[in-house]
């Protein structure tokens, strides 16, 4: 029971909210694996099926929760949130549930929340990866500022997964980890010129050139990541072994010994991904290697996530994809003549590297407001965060290296042990 504080500390609800928030608590009722406490201002109510742990508490601050996932489902909720409409104790046990019982989840896409979608949709296909719309869509996350990033990530500024080995393992140690992981797949060595798609803040870059001694051309579309990019190249005196580019990578030219794209394919949208292999096949020589790190949804999920625009397409990512192992070798396969040499996959690694940014994220909170973010935008990388943490947690996505080679690859590829991440 809820006491009289609870009641009066949030605002009422109308005839109309109560009509929805029974309905969801309806919905709610059928999840199994766990069990939620809903607080509002008429007080507690438990759904679900107990017995799997402390039930997680879900607290409605404002009564615009309940319009806002009718409204619009998902994302109306993941608004509503960064809205501050409500809280949850544990938003990663949350979303673990949640994908847990993804055909309930799929029901609250109903209703009213159709039109929404319809109209996301719509938008989505306005922010298609052309050149100027990947430049614009690349700007609207990476471009907010070389300071921002470097408040929660690991030194080397690699923002995507590290490859972690055990419990007392570090951030930048597992992130220089799976740069080493990558450089050895790929045998890289002081003859090799190496293409980079998607230079990040030249993270690969300088430890490829300083480490295996090689040549280094890496290309970004991002103003505020190419500019950071070239002042680590001076600083650490790697001018002569790499240059940063910046131009979209359907526009680079030569062929190359060696090419590495760590999770830049979530950026080129679905239609282009037979142009991404194809323009891959193109810059490698003929017995070029390949080292893909790519995000993935599992295989039959993938059409109906393409069709979908959730709440990180729309406020995260614009313009993005998520592509699954069957889609990636399908376009390689039409598109060019790569082979696959070797898949790995480590997903509970991205698991553990995005809880490691969000602790981190927590921990700066004051520097990120004394960079003029505001309170809806710290809600929203808080999401963010644990909306894919709790993915991840729960396989619905994954963390692969694709190891390609063209035709005339005749080495034998590097094979690594199992790791526990």
């Known amino acids: 029971m809820s006491s009289p504080a609870d009641t009066l500390a949030r605002p009422r609800l109308?005839?109309?909210?109560?009509?929805l928030r029974r309905r969801l608590l309806e919905q709610l009722a059928a999840l199994r694996g766990g069990e939620v406490e809903l607080q509002d201002a008429l007080g507690r109510v438990r759904v679900g099926e107990p017995g799997h742990g402390p039930a997680l508490q879900l607290q409605v601050e404002d009564p615009g929760f309940y319009r806002a996932l009718a409204l619009g489902g998902s994302v109306g909720a993941a608004e509503a949130y960064m809205d501050g409409a409500w809280q949850c104790d544990d938003l990663v046990g949350l979303v673990r549930l949640l994908?847990?019982?993804?055909?309930?989840?799929?029901?609250?896409?109903?209703?009213?929340?159709r039109l929404a979608s319809a109209?996301?949709?719509?938008?989505?296909?306005?922010?298609r990866n052309t050149r100027r719309g990947a430049r614009r869509n690349i700007a609207a996350h990476y471009d907010l500022g070389?300071?921002?990033f470097r408040l929660f990530l690991s030194e080397d500024l690699m923002y995507s997964s590290a490859l972690w080995t055990g419990p007392d393992d570090t951030l930048e140690a597992a992130s220089t980890r799976k740069l080493e992981r990558i450089c050895q797949k790929?045998?890289?060595?002081?003859?090799?010129?190496?293409?980079?798609?998607?230079t990040g803040w030249g993270g690969f870059a300088l430890?490829?050139?300083?480490?295996?001694?090689?040549?280094?051309?890496t290309t970004t579309i991002s103003r505020e990541q190419h500019a950071l990019a070239c002042q680590r190249v001076a600083e650490a005196g790697l001018g002569e072994r790499v240059q940063v580019l910046l131009s979209d990578y359907r526009d680079l030219g030569g062929q190359y010994d060696k090419l590495v794209s760590i999770e830049m394919i979530e950026a080129i949208g679905a239609q282009y991904l037979d142009t991404y292999f194809a323009t891959v096949g193109r810059l490698l020589k003929p017995e070029g290697l390949a080292l893909i790190q790519a995000i993935t949804i599992e295989?039959?999920?993938?059409a109906q996530a393409v069709r979908e625009v959730d709440f990180i397409k729309l406020h995260v990512f614009p313009g993005s994809f998520i592509?699954?192992?069957?889609?990636?070798?399908?376009?390689?396969?039409?598109s060019s003549d790569l082979a696959l040499l070797h898949l790995e996959d480590f997903g509970a690694s991205y698991a553990r590297t995005l809880a490691e940014w969000r602790r981190r994220f927590h921990a700066q909170r004051e520097q990120v407001r004394a960079l003029g973010f505001d309170a809806r935008f710290l809600r929203l990388w808080d999401f963010y965060l644990a909306y894919c943490e709790g993915g991840f947690r729960e396989r619905s996505i994954g963390v692969a290296h694709l190891l390609l080679a063209r035709p005339g690859w005749r080495g034998s590829p590097y094979l690594p042990g199992v790791l526990e991440a």
């Open 14 to 19: 109308g005839g109309l909210d109560r009509l």
């Open 99 to 113: 994908v847990r019982n993804r055909d309930l989840l799929d029901r609250m896409e109903r209703g009213p929340a």
């Open 119 to 127: 109209l996301l949709r719509a938008a989505h296909a306005l922010r």
């Open 146 to 148: 070389n300071d921002f």
């Open 186 to 198: 790929l045998r890289l060595g002081p003859d090799d010129h190496v293409v980079e798609i998607g």
């Open 207 to 217: 430890h490829a050139a300083r480490t295996y001694g090689c040549r280094v051309t």
């Open 299 to 302: 295989d039959h999920r993938y």
């Open 323 to 334: 592509p699954s192992i069957a889609a990636m070798l399908a376009a390689k396969t039409r």
